[in-house]
């Protein structure tokens, strides 16, 4: 590809030029987007082992006194149920209770807080926190922003923890799926280890300040030689497409609210937030909202694709796809998309190319795993 | 089989005659290593058996070719009437993957005008064009 000056570059960018990975565009970064076989890298992961950079994705602690209060205001899941050492999926909103972001919330103690959230959207997540800090005059609480100190390296697969649990003390397996230990890891002592990924897979996240990343990616492709393979952003989609997982973008966006993308579950009424009114008012149904759906493509052939119109079955246009992918597990192709009204249908179909081809509306994660 | 004298079109297709059979006009087309590579892994191949028989234009879709992560269209390089659809490639298009011409055809047409044949890049032209199309 032609060198674009105004892309960043992860530290590894050079390793994965020698890996002959192919480079793209990805949120404003030059990002492996597959190394030799995304099915390949997809497959690993799911049977064995696959590495990831996804040092793109914005770091930022935030401490203070206040931090709690602060993000238990500004977010819809609830804080106080997660202890020190563990992590949280979680949702910034605004007053419409519209999706700011979709983040990872790490409790490092009672004053502090990691926060992993998505590169395209650092500098508004930011503005936003920063925005509140000074509105309430929370003059204890710090935003210090890591994106570019720290390098973000997913470990993922069923055989990744015993792949690695030779390059630290740290017992990966006693680690409960999402939370983290602060530890010795390649020769490096204090670094943060974490039972969470965006595979559905199991596997590890290491959070690594940048001048440890390279010895440390190169220490696990060694310890894993022919074990663990890099994998580049189109198996982390196909991955994260079949366990269901949004991405910031498509899926979800400032006109979507959690309620709409299905995300309820991460939404906690008994706490005050921004927008929790209106979230309220869609989980009662007195509100119109769109509505989330996840489905399957039985004829063989047919890949919903981002964009596509969904169809009743008088042919009316309610809806669309927001990610569709052929599925290397199912073998089929999958969808997430929204109906724009809530209103019941009996059926959906998907257009594609001039052909309407009905869907299997089917609960999520798409797959089963045994992890 | 093996193919010879293999042209290339703008939409990452090439045409071939079987080498014993250079100047004949049934040809044979199937997509570019170069377009392989940047779909990514394919995974179904969907041409209509209905278009045996029937003449298709140039840069008209004869098919659609669909990868883990896009799809494309398959575009005539040249017009000509399709006589066979490669039935292997469209049951394990995964073989696409590993790129070979000889397998890899996807159509075989009669070329109705050889002029738009002629009128295709060499090999040359065509890496010359696909190191400035990006």
Redesign the interface.
Known sequence: ??ENNNLEKTILYKNHICLNA?MVNFCGFYMP??YT???EE?MAVRKKSGIFDVSHMGKFILCGKNTIKLMQYLTTNDLLKIKIGQAQYNCLINNNGGIIDDLVIYKISEEKLLLIVNAINIEKNKNWINYYINKYHYDDINLIDLSKKYSLLAIQGPLSLSYVQNLTNISLDKIPFYHFKIGKFSGFEKIFISCTGYTGSKGLEIYVPNEKTEKIWNDILEIGKNKIIPCGI?SR??LRLEMGYRLYGQDICEDTTPIEAGLSWITKFEKEFIGKKILQEQKKKIRKHKKFISFIIDE??K?P?KGYPLMDDNDNVIGNVTSG??S?VLKKGIGLGYLWNNYKVNSVFLSI?NKVIPVKLVKLPFIKLNN | MSLDNLKYSKNHEWVGFEVQNKKSKMAYVGITSFAQ?EL??I????IDSNIIGKKIQKEAVFG?I??????SDLFMPVSGIIIKINEKLISKPEII?NYSYEKNWMIKIEILFIEEYDKLMSLEEYNQYTQNS?
């Open positions: 590809m032609m192919k987007l597959q076989s995304s099915l997809h189109a989609n196909s063989k052939g890949i694709r992918s052929f290397p190319r | 590579k990514g892994d995974v179904y191949l969907d659609t669909e990868a883990v992560k896009t799809v993957n990006i």
